[in-house]
């Protein structure tokens, strides 16, 4: 069997963090899918998916860490292109990538205790982001 929906979500971008654990775990339990997997997956190059403990504090790790590897007040080849400024934006998603599978047992996401999914929007604007949950299985 196979399911699919579209989530959208609002993000601040400048490395917004959200977390869309709760979102994707309604849609397992909609499917009534016993074993299987999730894709999870955002549509867009200047985004990225993953998990996290979502705690204030890692959080701010983590956009630190993007900050140092990837500072945004440097000059990128994209943005003398295209003049948006958002270069640091596409290298990041491309590091932390747009997609994600996490196995299901029992209808529940196999994740860890502290571990939830989470959507980071790199991009130097808000917006409005999709997600694409696709769920198979039996």
């Not at 963090?17 to 299987?36: C, H, P, Q, S, Y």
């Not at 999730?38 to 890692?58: D, M, W």
């Not at 290298?91 to 959507?119: D, F, H």
Request: contains cysteine; proline residues 1%.
């Amino acid at each position: 069997m196979f399911k699919a929906k579209t989530i959208e979500v609002e993000a601040q971008g400048f490395c917004d963090i959200v977390d869309i654990t709760g979102e994707v775990k309604a849609f397992l339990t909609e499917t009534k899918m016993l074993n299987g997997q999730a894709v999870i997956f955002v549509a867009g190059s200047t985004a990225g998916v993953t998990t996290l403990e979502y705690e204030e504090g890692l959080i701010q790790d983590l956009k630190e860490y993007f900050e140092k590897q990837i500072p945004r007040d440097k000059e990128y080849q994209h943005d003398k292109k295209w003049g948006d400024g958002n270069g640091f934006s596409h290298i990041r998603s491309a590091i932390l990538g747009t997609s994600l599978t996490v196995p299901i047992i029992n209808n529940e996401l196999a994740l860890g205790t502290w571990q939830q999914l989470v959507l980071i929007d790199f991009d130097n604007k808000e917006r409005s982001r999709k997600i694409i949950i696709q769920i198979s299985g039996e």
